[in-house]
Structure formats: C-alpha cells, structure tokens
C-alpha cells in the first residue's frame, strides 16, 4: 500500500502560482511513477502531468504545457506540480497519484489516488 497526502492548494488570482506537493508513504516511492490529476465542477477527472520513477521523463497535459512542471525527490517521498500563469479554468480539485506504470494521459489507471486538495483562481 501507498498512502498519498497532498498539501499546498489555496486561493489564487489569475496569473499567480501555487505550488502543490504529496509526500508518499508506504511502500518505496521510488518504484512507483507518479502523477497528477484534476476533476474540474461538472468535468471528469483528467491527467494533468506524470513523472517517471527516475524523474529522467515527464508528461503534461496540453492545457499546462508551458505553465506547469512536476518533479519529485525521492530522497523525501514527495512529488510536487509547481503551477504557474493560473488561470479560472484550472480552478479543480487536484489528485495526486502513483502506478508501477507510466501515468500519462493515455495510461491505465494509477494504483493509489490521494485525498485531493482544492485550488482555486479567481479572475
């Protein structure tokens, strides 16, 4: 088992940034790849960004290429999603997630999902 807890959701204006951060528990973080995800109102979840277990390959979603980067440190358990140049449509509950596969848009899905952590972006 893999426990995953992420933290650094908020309120932010439009153009500003947050950065969120999961730290991981359990079993060894850095077998896992790991990933993000967001459910917007009314939306389905969807794949924001995945990292490799190495951290040597990332993947994002069109929507935040250019504005979003994940990275992790595996010496501390934690996978983070620096976002920048936020706008209103990426107001969405956040989830982090970890697969012994690849997470990418396309992959199947992660094996343990965090609680999720709410970001705001006002206009």
């Known amino acids: 088992q893999v426990q995953l807890v992420e933290s650094g959701g908020g309120l932010v204006e439009a153009g500003g940034s947050l950065k969120l951060s999961c730290a991981a528990s359990?079993?060894?973080?850095?077998?896992?790849?790991m990933g993000w995800f967001r459910q917007r109102p009314g939306k389905e979840r969807e794949f924001v960004a995945g990292?490799?277990?190495?951290?040597?390959?990332?993947y994002y979603a069109d929507s935040v290429k250019g504005r979003f980067t994940i990275s992790r440190d595996n010496a501390k358990n934690t996978v983070y999603l620096q976002m920048n140049s936020l706008k209103p449509e990426d107001t969405a509950v956040y989830y982090c997630?970890?697969?012994?596969?690849?997470?990418?848009?396309?992959?199947?899905?992660?094996?343990?999902w965090g609680q999720g952590t709410q970001v705001t972006v006002s206009s």
């Open positions: 359990g079993r060894t973080f850095s077998r896992y790849a």
């Open positions: 997630a970890a697969s012994e596969s690849v997470v990418t848009a396309g992959s199947r899905p992660p094996d343990y």
């Open positions: 990292i490799t277990w190495s951290g040597d390959w990332t």
